[in-house]
């Protein structure tokens, strides 16, 4: 959709201006025309990750995981322009909130992030924390499940070097 695509390439801009919550304005209408899109869902998970707004960005960043995808580090970078330190920044700033304060939406959104990384065993960790806190949580438990099979198979082929 040609209105949708638009509405996308101009909250880029302005997250690569650094106006996030003109971004996420942006992709809100996104979302409202294509509630299914990952993309979508991802990048406004990003606008408000951004912004601190953290537990609204973990739902989004849930959403995605239901919706079968999530970005990787190539499509995070070109979201920031290659700005590492401005992730870091964000980032550093979400691992201050969790520590200060452990929450189920903090922890998720953490193992997100570090799943993005490829930091997978910072991912296990804090999806290990949400089930902690919230033991039934299914969609935590199945993608512990996937993360723990992605290390058994990169410690099978560390050995067998």
């Given at each position: ?14 997250f ?6 003109e ?26 990750f ?24 190539d499509?995070?970078?070109d979201?920031?322009?290659?700005d590492?330190?401005?992730?870091q ?10 520590k ?8 998720f959104?953490l193992?997100?992030?570090y ?8 991912g ?16 935590s ?7 723990q099979?992605?290390q ?6 560390t050995?067998?070097?």
């Amino acid at each position: 959709m040609a209105a949708a695509r638009a509405l996308v390439a101009k909250a880029k801009t302005l997250f690569q201006q650094k106006k996030y919550e003109e971004a996420r304005g942006e992709l809100d209408k996104v979302v409202v025309l294509m509630p299914e899109d990952t993309n979508a869902v991802q990048f406004r998970s990003l606008a408000l990750f951004a912004e601190g707004l953290f537990e609204q960005a973990a739902s989004d960043a849930y959403d995605s995981f239901k919706l079968g995808n999530s970005w990787n580090w190539d499509a995070l970078m070109d979201v920031y322009a290659d700005d590492r330190d401005t992730y870091q920044q964000h980032l550093r700033a979400l691992e201050a909130t969790v520590k200060a304060e452990s929450t189920v939406p903090g922890h998720f959104l953490l193992a997100y992030h570090y799943l993005v990384l490829n930091h997978l065993e910072h991912g296990e960790k804090h999806l290990q924390n949400v089930l902690e806190l919230r033991p039934e949580e299914e969609l935590s438990q199945q993608l512990l499940a996937v993360v723990q099979d992605l290390q058994k198979q990169d410690d099978g082929q560390t050995a067998s070097r």
